[in-house]
């Protein structure tokens, strides 16, 4: 008798093994093709390893070219640029600010490092970002305008801005809630952290808001270590990033003058050097991912309840974590799929745990969350480096 996969999880985990070869495979690891060593080597032999030196500059001009922002400031990681990206587009302390509840807590953790409060939004199945319908109709019902301000009637705050993220690589709905932004008058942010190498309309995203944040974390598309980056078409905003980030010291021979509170998160000069090398590998990095989507993609399609998440109509997306979402009839097979996949040497992950049940957010003001909720039981993450298309 012919051994043939039977259950929707033996179903699954033979789709999954058809692409990805016999080994086992984790989510998400970076591959170092390029002039990593021989940059890493250059930046040692310099001394210049710190927040001093050339791969710093060469970095930040490299990431604009890519992304086709006017500038961008290259930090510690993708959290610290979204803090300061915050603070520029205007966030004090007392103010809401609108994040989805389907994020990584980084998007969360910058917000209260402004001293202000996210106000969880919902998001919509088709980019897994927020739905801007749904946003337009809460805002007009919930918050008034006084002084140019968005005013939460319930709490009385103002609400400043709106931080759309695009998950797993992703491009939100940017025309929509480009336009909620302006009717309500909240500055727009983009956490890109995800999405470096996808596009909306043609352009990248992290490039629509005032300003627009990336990571370069270890598992994220390319890799500095740790580290992210600040994109802006605004030169008064990009000068203010850089300051704010370097501890706002004025040049000087000798001097140490500093002019206002400021913060420690410039990017260092080593990690900068491996940033260098990773962004030349990128488009091959995208080429892969693509390539790994679309035998996925051939892979799965025949199994019936899953499916497997392509990019918005119009968009580009860099494929960072390939995601299955099943049906909702499936939905409850969700936990044996994880534990089958993992059984079997295939790293699949659930997607976080929504912002508002964390203990941290319990008491953060939200709409209704039901998508998200929705989304977050039918979801998982399968292995998505790029080093996999190579493989079979
Ligand atoms: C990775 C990530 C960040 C930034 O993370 P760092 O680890 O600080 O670089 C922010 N938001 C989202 C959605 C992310 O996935």
Redesign the pocket.
Known sequence: MVNRPVTFSEQVVAAIRSVIGSGSAVLHEPSFNGNEWLYLKECLDSTFVSSVGKFVDRFEADIAAFTGAKHAVAVV???AA?HIALKLAGVQAGDEVLIPAF??V??ANAVTYCGATPHFVDSEEQTLGVDAPKLRDYLASHTEQRAGNCINRATGKIIRALVP?HTFGHPVDLDGLMAVAHDFTLALVE?A??SLGSYYHGRHTGTFGVLGTL?F?GN?TITTG?G?AILTDDEALARHAKHLTTTAKLPHAWEYRHDEIAYNYRMPNLNAALGCAQLEQLPAMLRAKRELFQRYQTALSPIPGVRLMAEPEGCQSNYWLQTLLLDPDHAAERDALLQATNAAGIMTRPAWILMHELAAFRESPRMDLATAQSLVQRLMNIPSSSGLAQNV
């Open positions: 990681n993708g959290t979204l994020t990584f980084a998007t993220m956490d952290a995800e990571s974390n994220k740790g992210g």
